[in-house]
């Protein structure tokens, strides 16, 4: 019953989404270095995206995975930095409709939390006999096109309930911030797991 989001043309043999990482250092269990930051992509979120990529290009859209790092050497200005390559791209390939900024969401000392066994358990569900790690969108109230930016995560969300109940967490709409939304109205901020998961678990989201 969720309201569809405005259609997107599609041009055939031209690139539909854009999948990229403001914060691609983002790392799963077992890479705990940096505080769960590694530049080992088959640990972090750069290896979900290309999972994304793969399995996107499946259903026949044609997808462009951009590996640059935005977080390092330096954290601060993660969001500037992936600003201008998204802007770049987008310049450079207008029929991209649809962008994904894949992150994790993150715990402070996850290893000795007090509450570690929970947070665990709230971020994993069995699916089809296997267990994956939960998702969750995220939206920042201070971008142009909130509204489109919220339909199209409720949607999103909507189909996800449908068929995989318990598999997204419900959508986080932060107290401030863009986070590059104002870019395209098919835009999400997309959290895969968190560093409570293990980067299997986040594999099989993606």
Do not use: C, W
Request: no cysteine; proline share 4%.
């Amino acid at each position: 019953n969720a309201k569809k989001p405005q259609k997107i043309k599609i041009e055939e043999g031209k690139p539909h989404v854009l999948i990229y990482h403001t914060h691609g250092t983002e790392s799963y269990k077992p890479a705990s270095e940096g505080n769960y930051h590694t530049l080992r992509k088959e640990y972090s979120v750069m290896r979900i995206g290309e999972i994304i990529k793969e399995e996107l290009e499946k259903n026949g859209y044609n997808v462009i995975h951009d590996t640059t790092y935005h977080d390092y050497p330096s954290y601060s200005g993660s969001y500037t930095r992936s600003l201008q390559t998204v802007q770049k791209i987008l310049n450079a390939n207008p029929s991209i409709k649809i962008v994904l900024d894949i992150h994790r969401d993150g715990y402070d000392n996850i290893d000795t939390n007090a509450s570690k066994n929970t947070l665990i358990a709230n971020n994993r569900v069995r699916i089809n006999n296997e267990i994956a790690s939960r998702f969750q969108m995220v939206i920042g109230p201070e971008t142009q096109n909130r509204k489109e930016v919220e339909t199209f995560a409720t949607f999103i969300k909507a189909v996800s309930d449908s068929k995989y109940p318990g598999f997204s967490k419900p959508i986080l709409l932060k107290p401030y911030g863009r986070y590059n939304q104002f870019l395209v109205d098919h835009y999400v901020l997309l959290e895969v797991g968190s560093n409570a998961n293990t980067i299997e678990e986040a594999k099989i989201t993606a």
